[in-house]
């Protein structure tokens, strides 16, 4: 494993991390202020939030770490060109699952997330 996906996967790491006790602060020392958050809206169409709009929702939701909710991260593939990356992720908070495919710039020597698309599917319980 080179160096870039080493870090590459230690900043999943520390992602998965925050999404499991919903941690905005840390979510926002790895994402790129201009960054976005895109993903298919309850009406149906693609919804593309700044990532400070999404931060703040993460930031008004419960951790799953306080409901208890069984935690599984994955990471699917991580692809890095130069200084480009697209890390595939997947984790769940139950009944949602998710997919997430974060493109990664290096950004004055430091790797960040540039834009986040996800999809979420919601099961039964």
């Known amino acids: 494993m080179n160096n870039d996906e080493y870090t ?6 520390i992602y998965f991390d ?10 926002q020392a790895i994402f790129h202020p201009l ?3 895109t993903r298919i809206g ?8 700044p990532i400070a709009t999404w931060l703040a929702g993460v930031r008004n939701a419960t951790a799953p770490r306080k ?5 599984r991260d994955e990471v699917v593939a991580i692809d890095v ?7 595939k992720l997947r984790l769940q908070m139950p009944p949602r699952y998710f997919t997430d495919l974060l493109s990664c710039l290096k950004v004055q ?3 960040k997330i ?7 599917d919601v099961r039964p319980i």
Do not use: I, P, T
């Open 114 to 120: 540039v834009q986040k698309v996800m999809s979420v």
């Open 67 to 71: 409901l208890e909710l069984e935690r």
């Open 18 to 27: 925050a999404a499991y006790d919903m941690d905005a602060e840390r979510f």
């Open 109 to 111: 020597g430091a790797w």
């Open 42 to 49: 309850d009406d149906g169409e693609v919804s593309v939030m």
């Open 81 to 87: 060109s130069d200084n480009l990356a697209l890390v």
């Open 35 to 37: 960054s976005a958050v």
């Open 8 to 13: 590459l996967r230690s900043m999943a790491q």
